[in-house]
């Protein structure tokens, strides 16, 4: 089982055992994932470092991923950003910001159904690009970006 | 001042107080009683001073008479600069301009506030975010001059706006010693030095 | 600032002379220059799609259901329930109440503003002490205060309702006008009143709206969104926040926590806003 | 112990949305209290969504997640009815589970 936990965020493959495993019900809630935190993925200070630990350092640009955020964002602390892969048979998903002090926000792993696609809220501490790396079932790398820009306002009082 | 407006008061009484300065005086003694100081933000400032006492009385449309000798006292009250100089360093100008620092309670004694002025005002090209309270000042210098009395009139402006416009919705900054003179001097710059980005085609 | 207090007594002389005038509806100041740059910006509208999309799904639903929590099972020493707590349309009826205050309540021979009242019954009910409240009244990123979650969900229960604030005590009546004047009272520092940013149209400070609280369009958006979920820090914020820290930045002193005062502004804003639909609680910056 | 989630799972076709607000901190561990003393990290590490029995999605997150994190997923071939099981960890070991049914 670690071996296949492992493969969800390092990109080893075998992701159609993963589908079966999840399937099966063999990874149940209080047993799952914890353990095997991607500390280096999520701790990572720079972009090279976080996409190499996801294992996608060599991923291609893809225009067949979506992203759905705001050109300029009201608030860094929340920036609701919406992402999608229409890449044939994608099986994960990971959400960074290129200029956060810890860029990678989220890896999402999708089976029996769930489709390709997530959205969420980032923290962005400054105008940034958001990217998002597709895996597909094949183990390959997919990247898109856009930016975001952060503002300040109010009275600055 | 005060004989001033004892005159006028004494010319325009007579009339009868109408029910709404009952709710005046209920509302100003209610505040009086609510408001408490907080850090550099003294409980005495729900007191109103004499020109807000008649904006408030008012509806910020004072009799013009009694506008133009307010004014007038105001007015006289400027002080400008003792070396006559006006004009100072633009580029503090525009941080000055930036900040809305100053005043609350929230804002340490003793730290210089800033101007506040893009809160209210358009004025350096760069700056997007900006407030439409105030009109805009963008090109003010090249619109209007540089001259001595160009710059010895924006100095007075920023210093006391309410002697020009007396129930102005823009604060008295040099009166109330929110700004210091060097502060306003560099504010001047930014609005008519011809370096200025504000002045820039 | 230098404050003259002999020259009040000369100004409140003046308050005869200036009634008449200050009937006349006020010359309309002329409009600011435009500004070169777009002055209702792209920028607004984006602000503004992208908070639907915020508020469509609202962290302030958590906090909405952590004071339905408190409302229904809390019981104070006595036993005592928020079951008993009446806020103004019977014991116990939270349907709809939020929209309905400020309002006399006979009890207690006050008007009271729906966190007066949550507060009043909590500290009456449920054994909260007042001076503990007092110590922390507001939100902050360390602690959202169980009376500001029991706010949001009395306020959640009349969402998409219009707002309907009582004018019928003359008391309730009285506040509205002294709210009124409240909210035109320039002191301070800066000579600032809450009309010299809500008291006209079209204008911003930085790239914000600022609604002209005088009129009934506009002022619900003194209403709207609150209590609201603070996206800076996440956590839940008042009306009573807003009003305190509109009291800031207009340089005054510090308004006392569920004081006459602010009870009296919010009558005065929301009585404005009568007959406009509320949507619950928001999601601010 | 932490809030519960707030959990809306609604069939749109043949495709049901889930929604789900967490209550958390995410503390980044790079914050300074007022007495300046940095807040330590905490914030969610792993969560996990079940659907009709059945392990749809599987996931980990970091400190760049919104406080109170809000998440959208959208599971095709679900149906009404079928049991929707959501469970989070964290860095300290905290962790929730909560459930809704998808809503026809």
């Not at chain 3, 003046?14 to 002055?39: G, R, W």
């Not at chain 3, 409302?71 to 929209?99: E, F, H, I, R, T």
Request: net charge positive.
């Amino acid at each position: 089982m670690d071996a296949l936990r492992r493969t969800l965020l390092k990109g080893a493959g075998a992701t159609g055992a993963i589908a079966a495993a999840m399937a099966a019900g063999v990874l149940t809630p209080s047993r799952v994932l914890a353990a095997d935190y991607n500390r280096a993925a999520f701790e990572a200070k720079d972009m090279a470092g976080a996409l190499k630990n996801i294992g996608a350092a060599g991923a291609a640009d893809n225009s067949g991923i979506v992203i759905k955020a705001p050109d300029i964002a009201e608030n860094g602390a929340v920036v609701p950003v919406d992402v999608a892969s229409n890449i044939a048979n994608t099986v994960s998903l990971a959400v960074l910001v290129d200029k956060n002090p810890l860029p990678l926000s989220s890896a999402f792993d999708f089976a029996n159904g769930a489709l390709p696609e997530m959205s969420l809220r980032l923290k962005m501490g400054q105008t940034s690009l958001v990217e998002v790396v597709a895996k597909t079932a094949d183990g390959k790398y997919y990247r898109a970006k856009k930016e975001v820009k952060v503002t300040v306002g109010g009275c600055g009082g | 001042m005060n004989k001033i407006l004892f005159f006028l008061a004494a010319s325009l009484a007579g009339t009868v107080a109408l029910a709404d300065g009952d709710y005046r005086a209920e509302a100003i003694a209610m505040m009086k009683h609510d408001f408490k100081t907080k850090g550099i933000a003294t409980a005495d400032r729900v007191n109103e001073d004499g020109v807000q006492a008649v904006c408030n009385r008012s509806g910020d449309h004072p009799p013009k008479t009694i506008a133009e000798r307010l004014e007038k006292d105001q007015l006289e009250s400027i002080r400008y600069p003792a070396d006559g100089k006006l004009m100072g360093d633009w580029k503090a100008g525009e941080k000055l301009a930036q900040s809305g620092r100053g005043m609350t309670w929230s804002d340490k004694a003793g730290v210089p506030g800033g101007g506040n002025c893009y809160n209210c005002h358009q004025i350096g090209p760069a700056e997007t975010s900006f407030g439409t309270v105030g009109p805009s000042l963008y090109q003010f210098g090249k619109l209007r001059g540089s001259g001595p009395d160009m710059q010895k009139y924006v100095y007075g402006r920023i210093w006391n706006a309410k002697a020009f416009n007396l129930c102005s919705a823009m604060p008295r900054f040099g009166h109330v010693q929110a700004l210091t003179e060097a502060q306003i001097k560099d504010l001047v710059a930014l609005l008519l030095d011809p370096q200025s980005p504000v002045n820039s085609k | 600032m230098k404050q003259r207090p002999s020259m009040l007594a000369a100004a409140a002389a003046l308050t005869a002379a200036f009634a008449v005038q200050a009937q006349q509806p006020p010359k309309k100041a002329p409009p600011p220059a435009k500004a070169a740059a777009p002055a209702k910006s792209a920028i607004s509208e984006e602000f503004e799609k992208f908070r639907e999309v915020l508020e469509e799904d609202n962290p302030a639903e958590l906090f909405e259901a952590r004071g339905e929590d408190i409302w229904k099972n809390k019981k104070g020493p006595d036993g005592a329930s928020m079951a008993q707590c009446d806020l103004g349309l019977g014991a116990g009826v939270v349907k709809g109440a939020y929209v309905r205050m400020p309002r006399w309540f006979a009890d207690v021979g006050k008007v009271m503003d729906a966190e007066r009242r949550v507060v009043h019954c909590m500290v009456k009910y449920l054994g909260y002490k007042e001076e503990d409240i007092r110590k922390q009244p507001f939100s902050n990123v360390n602690k959202t205060p169980d009376h500001v979650s029991v706010i949001t969900y009395v306020a959640g229960q009349s969402r998409n309702m219009k707002i309907a604030v009582p004018q019928k005590h003359p008391q309730e009546r009285a506040t509205y006008e002294i709210g009124k004047e409240i909210f035109a009272y320039r002191a301070g520092p800066y000579d600032f009143a809450c009309a010299t940013c809500h008291g006209n149209d079209d204008m911003r400070i930085r790239t914000q709206d600022l609604p002209n609280l005088r009129k009934p369009d506009q002022a619900i958006r003194a209403y709207q969104g609150w209590p609201g979920y603070r996206m800076t820090g996440g956590f839940m914020l008042t009306q009573q926040w807003r009003m305190n820290d509109c009291f800031r930045q207009q340089r005054f002193p510090e308004p006392t926590y569920l004081s006459d005062t602010i009870t009296a502004l919010l009558t005065y804003m929301t009585v404005t806003a009568n007959g406009q639909l509320y949507k619950g609680p928001g999601i601010k910056r | 112990m932490a809030d519960p989630m707030k959990i809306r799972a609604q069939m749109k076709g043949d495709t049901a949305d889930i929604r789900v607000l967490m209550s958390h901190a995410m503390e980044t561990g790079q914050r300074k209290d007022n007495a300046g003393n940095t807040v330590p990290a905490h914030y969610i590490q792993s969560i996990t969504i079940d659907v009709g029995g059945k392990r749809v999605i599987q996931g980990q997150t970091g400190t760049s997640v919104s406080r109170n994190p809000v998440f959208g997923f959208r599971v095709k071939g679900a149906k009404a009815g079928d049991k929707v099981v959501i469970h989070w960890e964290d860095n300290k070991g905290d962790k929730r589970t909560d459930e809704t049914t998808v809503a026809g």
